[in-house]
C-alpha cells in the first residue's frame, strides 16, 4: 500500500491559540482524572472514569468528536494514575504485611 501526502505551502497550519487550548484541555483532563481517582474509596475503572467525564460539560472538547477523540490522553493519565496507587501502595505496606492509607495527592500534580 502507498499514500501519497501532498502538502501546499498556503495550506492552513494549526494556530498557537489552538495549541494552547488543547493543551491545556488535556492537563484539565487529567486533573479531573486525578481527582475522581482521588476521590473514590478503591481506584475506579477507565470505563466507569471515561463514563463519569463524559456525563460532565467539559468545555473545549473537539468539535465533533467530544470526548472520544480524547480517549488516549485519558487512558494514558488513567495509567498513570494507576502505576502512582500501585507504587503508594507498595510504599503503605507496614511491617505485618498489611497497607497502610495511601493518598493519590501526587497525581494531582501529574501534566500530561
Known amino acids: 500500500m502507498t499514500c501519497i501526502l501532498v502538502c501546499f505551502p498556503g495550506a492552513p497550519r494549526p494556530s498557537e491559540e489552538a495549541i494552547r487550548r488543547e493543551l491545556a484541555l488535556d492537563a484539565a483532563l487529567g486533573r479531573r482524572i486525578a481527582e475522581l481517582c482521588a476521590d473514590a474509596q478503591e481506584l475506579p475503572s477507565l470505563n466507569t472514569v471515561f463514563r463519569t467525564l463524559a456525563s460532565e460539560d467539559i468545555p473545549d ?11 488516549t490522553v485519558i487512558a494514558e493519565a488513567y495509567s498513570q494514575i494507576c502505576q502512582v496507587s500501585e507504587e503508594c501502595r507498595e510504599k503503605g505496606q507496614n511491617g505485618a504485611g498489611k ?5 493519590l495527592g501526587s497525581a494531582l500534580d501529574m501534566e500530561t
Open 61 to 71: 472538547l473537539p468539535p465533533g468528536g467530544g470526548l472520544d477523540c480524547k480517549a
Open 99 to 103: 497497607s497502610t492509607p495511601t493518598h
